[in-house]
């Protein structure tokens, strides 16, 4: 397959027709010579593809999906809805000081002084998971301002529209009779965009407040209040507020969720990368305290990437998530290693049976343990879980291969058809123990990924198929430019020739709110309001029919070749069939390139074939939030939709061609 399959093509003619001159005792190397200059003169290239059927070959459904981490506040102050930041009100500081008291209650703050006002951390919570509640003493009779109180400015502001409903819940206490006010302001408490009161006797025993707030106006960055003016005590726990219009009700942003529903992913690797590890075992993502109730969460203080996550966001709403995009779900969990303690493989066994509970906990029956837990959520069906990857980049860490191991044996035994991951490489040489897939990660500069493009072409085609689970250019990428997303699509292509044993792909990062963009470039850029794709993002649009689609042949001749790469596929939409030829020129030259197609078994339809260009101005132009649409694809009519084809490469660019099929000949989904 690929560049090297057998072809009969322009250069092969030209090679027999040499060696009947060479039988002639005629030199062919001055006609080679020549033309090579006249290609190089010209700046031509050549693209062949062999569209016939007898060589073509099925691309895996599974190839491009998403790989989903919490890192750049992703989910918590992201995807993830909610809108108070630290709800469960003991946040830093209880990773700094345990559950001790008084603790860090940032970024809650009051409104008042300390003399109206005296706000403290107390272990008085009704939820034995979360024992830290928030006690507010009120001072004064007539404080001033009318009012006192407390109040959480989100994730660097909640962003409150004009006309839409925000949920409100939260736990209250008191002894005395209790009058307050929830408001929604502007950042600085200046804009009152809601208010309700809250009016209760008689709440000795802690009461859940649920109720909903319509905002009058609109402000970014606005923050929860909660107020009052009469002298007294109230305890405040749990505090969440959740816009109504969720994606599907389950919790997710929507317009985020839409960007990667564009991206149409096979799969959703989740929920790390180093998050699964922790920089200590203590620190790790730990599914069981992620689930249930959002107010029994204890949440946990992500020690990689710093900061404190409520897992509101927890294993449930990971395998949703990949529900709602119609993913297959790939569960990372920890393999007893963190960056720097690991559990020995002689004491592994009760996270082995953490990890096969959770296994339980997707897919078991809503009668089982933990598929009833699974049931009492809200979600009877089994979720189809058929990935699990054991750790996260610990190949050489210790302990792992002995991990592994027991991971492997008990699940294989237990699931016999899960696919399990091995976090060791084995491209280069065989693995030394058994797997379904290996993680292949990959950062890089542009050049060097471009190289990479060839990478899986050595690879053993028996034994364990590749995910490359991670890759991105990340070295003279900016904050994501147009360079990076070239190479990487040169990577992808690569890919998608040897979609053979390369059967899963997705980048790395995906997410980064703007306010805390510790992993850079990303996929996806967003603050409390606003999203844009950085040029890798839209890469990935272009390479979305790939997955399920048929790979042929494609042979470049081109003295510009080093700085091309190009792949041709047949795919499918519910109507039509295309031919898609995708052709990266990295380089700095405008090149006036040929597509010959040949063993097409079916006429293209001019009207509906189109051409779709992504470049800019210079390599390192990146997308931004007030000039989002700089370096996205453009989508043309083709000019002259024929066999042969004639165009003009810019330089900086990845063109794609889509010449519409006007019968379907073989369908795709035969092969
Ligand atoms: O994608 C960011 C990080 O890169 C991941 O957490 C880790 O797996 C890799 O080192």
Redesign the pocket.
């Known amino acids: 397959m690929g560049r090297s399959g057998s072809m009969m093509g322009t250069k092969d003619a030209a090679t027999v027709l040499c060696s009947l001159l060479l039988l002639l005792s005629l030199s062919c190397e001055y006609s080679q010579a020549a033309e090579s200059d006249y290609l190089q003169a010209q700046n031509t290239a050549l693209l062949e593809v062999d569209a016939s059927w007898k060589v073509a070959r099925k691309i895996p459904q599974t190839l491009f999906g998403l790989f989903f981490?919490e890192?750049n506040h992703a989910g918590a102050g992201g995807i993830w809805a909610e809108l108070v930041s630290n709800r469960e009100i003991y946040s830093i500081g209880f990773e700094a000081g345990g559950q001790n008291t008084p603790s860090n209650i940032d970024p809650w703050s009051i409104i008042g002084d300390e003399s109206s006002i005296y706000v403290t951390t107390e272990r008085a919570s009704r939820f034995s998971k979360n024992i830290i509640a928030l006690r507010m003493e009120v001072l004064c009779d007539h404080c001033p301002g009318g009012s006192v109180g407390i109040y959480n400015p989100g994730f660097w502001g909640m962003n409150i529209e004009e006309g839409k409903a925000y949920n409100l819940v939260m736990h209250i206490r008191s002894l005395e009779h209790v009058e307050m006010t929830a408001s929604l302001t502007c950042y600085d408490g200046s804009q009152n965009i809601a208010s309700t009161s809250i009016v209760h006797d008689g709440v000795q025993e802690w009461l859940k407040i649920e109720l909903q707030l319509v905002a009058q106006g609109t402000c970014r960055t606005s923050r929860l209040e909660l107020t009052t003016s009469k002298r007294g005590v109230i305890w405040f726990d749990q505090v969440s507020l959740m816009p109504s219009g969720t994606y599907k009700g389950h919790g997710f942003r929507k317009e985020l969720v839409h960007m990667l529903l564009d991206l149409r992913p096979q799969f959703l690797r989740f929920p790390?990368?180093?998050?699964v590890e922790g920089n200590q075992t203590k620190n790790a993502f730990r599914w069981r305290e992620s689930i249930g109730p959002w107010e029994e969460r204890p949440g946990h203080y992500g020690d990689v990437w710093k900061y404190w996550t409520d897992d509101g966001l927890g294993y449930y709403e990971f395998l949703q998530l990949a529900e709602d995009l119609g993913a297959a779900p790939i569960w990372v969990f920890n393999a007893g290693i963190s960056h720097t303690d690991a559990v020995d493989t002689s004491v592994i066994a009760p996270f082995v049976r953490d990890a096969l509970d959770s296994i339980e906990f997707a897919r078991g029956s809503a009668k089982s343990t933990w598929g009833s837990v699974r049931a009492s959520m809200g979600h009877p069906e089994r979720f189809p879980l058929k990935y699990v990857t054991v750790g996260?980049?610990d190949c050489d860490k210790i302990n792992y291969k002995g991990n592994y191991l027991k991971f492997y044996n008990a699940i294989r035994e237990a699931y016999p058809d899960i696919q399990i991951i091995s976090n060791c490489d084995g491209s280069s040489r065989p693995l030394d123990h058994p797997a379904d897939l290996y993680d292949f990660?990959v950062?890089t500069n542009p050049n060097d990924l471009f190289l990479s493009k060839d990478k899986f072409r050595r690879t053993s085609r028996s034994g364990p198929k590749v995910f490359v689970s991670?890759y991105a250019v990340n070295v003279d990428a900016g904050n994501g430019n147009l360079l990076a997303s070239l190479a990487e699509s040169a990577f992808l292509i690569g890919l998608e020739e040897n979609s053979d044993v390369v059967q899963m792909a997705s980048y790395?990062?995906l997410f980064a709110n703007d306010n805390d963009r510790n992993?850079n470039p990303d996929a996806i850029v967003f603050n409390s309001w606003q999203q844009y794709g950085t040029p890798s993002y839209w890469i990935q649009t272009i390479f979305r029919e790939s997955s399920g689609a048929v790979i042929h042949p494609v042979r470049l001749s081109s003295s510009y070749s080093g700085s091309l790469a190009a792949s041709a596929i047949t795919w499918q939409d519910n109507e039509h069939t295309f031919l898609r030829v995708k052709i990266v020129n990295i380089g700095s030259n405008t090149l006036n390139l040929t597509i010959d197609v040949a063993g097409l078994q079916a006429g293209v339809d001019r009207k509906r074939s189109a051409i779709t260009v992504l470049t800019s101005n210079n390599p390192s132009d990146e997308n931004s939030f007030s000039d989002p649409n700089k370096v996205v694809p453009v989508k043309k009519d083709l000019p002259n939709a024929a066999e042969e084809m004639q165009v003009s490469l810019v330089p900086h660019s990845l063109t794609s061609f889509d010449l519409a099929l006007d019968q379907y000949g073989k369908l795709v989904a035969d092969m």
């Open positions: 981490e890192i790390g990368g180093c998050f996260n980049e990660h950062y991670e790395a990062s992993w």
